[in-house]
């Protein structure tokens, strides 16, 4: 595990309370809370995380690309986005994508709200909608496998290809109030879809609303939500 991430970002207009989790080695987090000169440098250091085996030619290249995703994501009020690269080997490499927003959310006590959205979640035939008791407070996680038709013109072999996709998306509102964290994992790495659950109940271990959390994140235990 790396060192804790700690969120005090904006929701709307309201500031969101500091909140701390950690990934595992492998994230490369998109600088989504830069701008400017501070952006360029940030970007500079992603793209030689992503790519650690390029060159001058390569970094440059990719990184106005990476830039554009940068502001899209920042745009759409996340608070921190991530790309997960996982060697296999000789197989290639697994991978996924990690969000967290917060949305506004006026509630007293985090369990009514859960048990709301619970309710809303559940009531869409294509969602397997699960209540989680996790270290940090009540959640609910929100699991959907879709498949997806990609046309001759966008594939190598020019032929029509089936994509399955996989996400996981838990909703945890704040203890306080006011607020809702929604943690995203996306991933067309569907072999792995298993190993990329275990690693998304691991995250959710060490959510703390308390940036001095009082007990170690590896002793925080919840349910598994493997699928």
């Known amino acids: 595990m790396t060192e804790p991430i700690q969120l005090t970002a904006t929701a709307a207009t309201q500031p969101i309370p500091p909140?701390?989790?950690?990934?595992?080695?492998?994230?490369?987090?998109?600088?989504?809370?830069?701008?400017?000169?501070e952006r360029a440098a940030a970007m500079a250091e992603f793209v030689r995380g992503v790519y650690p085996g390029?060159?001058?030619?390569l970094w440059q290249s990719t990184a106005p690309f990476y830039e554009l995703v940068t502001e899209a994501m920042a745009s759409a009020g996340l608070a921190y986005s991530a790309f997960g690269i996982f060697a296999l080997g000789t197989d290639g490499v697994a991978h996924c994508s990690l969000s967290v927003a917060a949305y506004?959310?006026?509630?007293?006590?985090?369990?009514?709200?859960?048990?709301?959205?619970?309710?809303?979640?559940?009531?869409?035939?294509?969602?397997?909608?699960?209540?989680?008791?996790?270290?940090?407070?009540?959640?609910?996680a929100s699991i959907t496998v879709r498949e997806l038709t990609l046309s001759p013109e966008v594939t190598t072999n020019g032929k029509q290809t089936t994509l399955h996709t996989g996400q996981i998306?838990?909703?945890?509102?704040?203890?306080?109030?006011?607020?809702?964290?929604?943690?995203?994992?996306?991933?067309?790495?569907?072999?792995?879809?298993?190993?990329?659950?275990?690693?998304?109940?691991?995250?959710?271990?060490?959510?703390?609303?308390?940036?001095?959390?009082?007990?170690?994140?590896?002793?925080?235990?919840?349910?598994?939500?493997?699928?």
Not at 19 to 37: E, I, Q, R, Y
Not at 54 to 57: A, I, M, Q
Not at 182 to 194: G, Q
């Open 19 to 37: 909140m701390t989790f950690v990934v595992p080695a492998g994230f490369h987090a998109l600088p989504v809370d830069s701008s400017g000169t």
């Open 54 to 57: 390029g060159d001058d030619v």
């Open 104 to 140: 506004t959310s006026d509630h007293n006590d985090p369990d009514t709200a859960a048990q709301g959205i619970l309710a809303v979640l559940a009531s869409d035939a294509t969602n397997d909608a699960r209540w989680l008791d996790l270290p940090c407070g009540p959640s609910v």
């Open 169 to 227: 998306q838990v909703h945890i509102p704040f203890p306080e109030g006011l607020h809702t964290a929604v943690f995203t994992l996306d991933t067309a790495s569907i072999d792995h879809w298993d190993e990329f659950c275990n690693m998304m109940t691991a995250i959710l271990q060490t959510v703390s609303f308390s940036v001095s959390a009082d007990e170690p994140a590896a002793d925080r235990q919840i349910s598994d939500i493997s699928v």
